[in-house]
């Protein structure tokens, strides 16, 4: 079983609607993160969490917003969905050791297009 | 297919040659490097990774190099397979995240 997973794996919706795209891990790890995938560029960091009371924005967090359920759950929201958000979402996760950074894991993405 | 990889360089390698990709990073407080692959329709896989204490680490059938003086980071991948067709990129960590680069596509040929 994978250890990190993402749902729905794709979606299609229209503009303005809101979404959101969950993702679970099984690692045990404190730490998750939420990226986006655009052709032609790295991998953008939207929010991230290094554990439950944790949130904090990453590079563009405009236009989304994210819920830390619990340890293995964290969901990216998409409060009114527009055309340039159509993308590849990521899900990662990471242990940690204080300040020592550590390799990120990655789900298996969800296709997003927003019409 | 996914729409990674579009626009992204290529590298094309005949089959059981080695091959070698580069990344250039920008940031030379990075401590920590990692590099993925990444297959159509699916999420980054870890490779193999390296500290900045270390110039040389090996893993099985790969290979990273990273040269701090020019900031530059490469992985070999030994005997070039059919399977290690993909996108592969690296990522820098200083502070607590990461930042990836854009990757290049290997494309191994029979």
């Known amino acids: 079983d994978a250890d990190v997973t993402q749902t729905p794996r794709n979606r299609i919706t229209k503009t303005g609607k809101r979404i959101m795209l969950e993702c679970s891990q099984t690692?045990?790890?404190?730490?998750m993160y939420w990226y986006r995938q655009d052709p032609g560029l790295g991998l953008r960091l939207i929010y991230y969490?290094?554990?439950?009371?944790?949130?904090n924005k990453g590079e563009i967090s405009d236009g989304y917003s994210v819920s830390r359920q619990a340890q293995a759950k964290f969901s990216l929201s998409l409060e009114s969905a527009i055309p340039n958000q159509t993308a590849l979402y990521f899900c990662?996760?990471?242990?940690?050791?204080?300040?020592?950074?550590?390799?990120?894991?990655f789900g298996p993405g969800t296709r997003l297009l927003v019409l | 297919g996914e729409n990674v990889g579009l626009h992204l360089p290529t590298l094309s390698v005949q089959e059981g040659d080695n091959s070698i990709i580069n990344c250039a990073y920008s940031?030379?407080?990075?401590?920590?490097f990692i590099w993925y692959k990444q297959e159509s329709g699916k999420g980054p896989q870890f490779i193999i990774d390296?500290?900045?204490?270390?110039d040389k680490r090996q893993g099985q059938r790969v290979t990273v190099l990273l040269n701090k003086t020019v900031k530059h980071l490469s992985l070999q991948i030994a005997a070039t397979q059919p399977g290690d067709s993909a996108v592969y990129f690296c990522?820098?960590?200083?502070?607590?995240?990461?930042?990836f680069g854009p990757g290049t596509r290997l494309s191994v040929l029979p």
């Open positions: 990662a996760t990471s242990g940690s050791s204080g300040s020592i950074q550590e390799t990120q894991y």
């Open positions: 690692k045990g790890h404190d730490r």
């Open positions: 969490s290094f554990d439950v009371k944790d949130i």
């Open positions: 940031n030379s407080a990075s401590d920590y």
């Open positions: 390296i500290r900045s204490n270390m």
């Open positions: 990522a820098e960590s200083y502070g607590q995240n990461f930042v």
